[in-house]
Nanobody, 116 residues
C-alpha cells in the first residue's frame, strides 16, 4: 500500500528556514517523479518543486534560488529545504508521488506558516 508521510512544517519568521521531509512506502524507487505542492486558502494546489528518478529537477519561479528539493532513495525520502522564507510561502505543503500507469498519490499535508 502506498503511503506518503510528511513532516517538518511549522511556524517561522520571514527570512528563516524550514526543511520538509516525506517518507514514501513501500519504496521511493517505484516512483519516477516526487513532487512538493503548496496550497493556500481559496487557491488550487500548485507545484513548488519536482525531482525525477533520473535527477531532473524543476522549480516554480516563485521559489527558485530559495528552495532545494532532494531525494534519498536509500532512506525512501524526498526533502524540501526552504530558505529565505516569505509570508507568501505560507500554506499547506503536500508531498506527491507518481509512477508509470498509475494515479498520483498524496500525503496528508503539513502546515507552513511564515510570519512577517
Amino acid at each position: 500500500q502506498v503511503q506518503l508521510v510528511e513532516s517538518g512544517g511549522g511556524l517561522v519568521q520571514a527570512g528563516g528556514s524550514l526543511r520538509l521531509s516525506c517518507v514514501a512506502s513501500p519504496s521511493i524507487s517505484v516512483f519516477n517523479i516526487m513532487e512538493w505542492y503548496r496550497q493556500t486558502p481559496g487557491q488550487e494546489r500548485e507545484s513548488v518543486a519536482s525531482i525525477a528518478g533520473g535527477g531532473m529537477i524543476k522549480y516554480a519561479d516563485s521559489v527558485k534560488g530559495r528552495f532545494t528539493i532532494s531525494r534519498d532513495n536509500a532512506k525512501n525520502t524526498v526533502s524540501l529545504q526552504m530558505n529565505s522564507l516569505k509570508s507568501e510561502d505560507t500554506g499547506v505543503y503536500y508531498c506527491s508521488a507518481m509512477r508509470p500507469f498509475d494515479k498520483r498519490y498524496w500525503g496528508q499535508g503539513t502546515q507552513v506558516t511564515v510570519s512577517s
